[in-house]
C-alpha cells in the first residue's frame, strides 16, 4: 500500500501465506501492516500517526476455475497517536478490532502443478465496527453523538509464488 493524498499518507504490506488444499480450495495465515499519518496545516497544525498491525487466517474457495470466494478474519491491534500543535503535548489510544472480510475475486494462471499466478479480489468488512481500519464513519454535525458506520470496498491484489512444492 502507498498512498498520498491532501496531507494523509499511507505505506503498508499485506502478505499472505497459504496453502492448496484442494484444486478447489486454499487456505492460509495473512498479516496486515499499515502506517499512516496526517498533518492539518490549514486549521489547526496538528498531526496524527497510527500503526495498525492485523493477524489474520484466509480461505478462498474457487467454485470456477478462476473465480474465488473470500473470507478472512482480521484481529487488528491499532496505535494512534496525537500530536498537538507544537509537537506537544500528545495523547496515545490502543484499539483491539476485529474484522470479518468477505467478498471474491479473480485469479489468473492458477492451474495444477503449483505455478505462479496473480489475483485481485474486492472484500467487505461486514462487522462494521466503527474502529476498523475498512469502514469509513460519518459524524452528524448537529448531534456528534450520532454515527453512521459504512462498508466501504477493499481492493487487494497481488502475486501468488508456489514454495515447497515437492515433486509433484
Known amino acids: 500500500t502507498v498512498s498520498f493524498f491532501n496531507g494523509q499518507s499511507i505505506l503498508g504490506a499485506s502478505p499472505i501465506f497459504g496453502y ?3 484444486n478447489w480450495l486454499d487456505a ?8 499512516a ?3 492539518d496545516n490549514y486549521l489547526f497544525n496538528d498531526r496524527i500517526r497510527q500503526t495498525t498491525l492485523g493477524p489474520g487466517a484466509f480461505m478462498r474457495v474457487y467454485p470456477f476455475n478462476m473465480v474465488f470466494l473470500q473470507g478472512q478474519f482480521e484481529q487488528n491491534f491499532i496505535k494512534a497517536k496525537y500530536i498537538y500543535p507544537g509537537g506537544s503535548p500528545t495523547e496515545t489510544q490502543h484499539e483491539s478490532v476485529s474484522s470479518l472480510l468477505v467478498g471474491g475475486g479473480i485469479a489468473q494462471g492458477r492451474e495444477r502443478g503449483g505455478t505462479a499466478f496473480y489475483y485481485i479480489s474486492v472484500l467487505f468488512d461486514v462487522l462494521k465496527d466503527e474502529n476498523s481500519p475498512y469502514t469509513r464513519v460519518s459524524i452528524n454535525p448537529d448531534n456528534p453523538s ?3 458506520v459504512d462498508i466501504v470496498p477493499i481492493i487487494k491484489a497481488g502475486i501468488n509464488i508456489p514454495l515447497f512444492q515437492g515433486r509433484n
Not at 28 to 35: R, V
Open 20 to 22: 492448496k488444499i484442494t
Open 28 to 35: 492460509g495465515l495473512s498479516l496486515n501492516f499499515q502506517y
Open 37 to 39: 499519518w496526517a498533518k
Open 146 to 148: 450520532q454515527t453512521r
